[in-house]
Nanobody
Framework: QVQLVESGGGSVQAGGSLRLSCAAS????????VAWFRQAPGKERAFVAA????????YYADSVKGRFTISRDYAKNTVYLQMNSLKPEDTALYYC??????????????WGQGTQVTVSS
């Protein structure tokens, strides 16, 4: 069982930056892919980015390529999402998720509680 805790959300103006963190408790991320999803009001949850813990393969949604960077810290057993050049349309509740296996944009088994990101124009 993997328990995920997100942090780092907040409010920022357009063009600003935030860094989200996803920490695992109960076990390490070894062998897992860890992803970020987001859900805006009235919209379905959407894939943002994913990283393979072993090897570091990454995968991004087209809407965030070049602006967001997903990374991992072995020592802290934590995955980060660095978000730069934020836009109002990035406003959403951001979720961390994990699955055993490779990176993909769907079918994740473990989910955090979410952290809110609000970008004002």
């Amino acid at each position: 069982q993997v328990q995920l805790v997100e942090s780092g959300g907040g409010s920022v103006q357009a063009g600003g930056s935030l860094r989200l963190s996803c920490a695992a408790s109960g076990r390490t991320f070894s062998g897992y892919a860890v992803a970020w999803f987001r859900q805006a009001p009235g919209k379905e949850r959407a894939f943002v980015a994913a990283i393979r813990w072993n090897g570091g393969t990454t995968y991004y949604a087209d809407s965030v390529k070049g602006r967001f960077t997903i990374s991992r810290d072995y020592a802290k057993n934590t995955v980060y999402l660095q978000m730069n050049s934020l836009k109002p349309e990035d406003t959403a509740l951001y979720y961390c998720a994990a699955r055993f296996g490779g990176v993909q944009s769907y079918d994740y088994d473990y989910w955090g509680q979410g952290t809110q990101v609000t970008v004002s124009s």
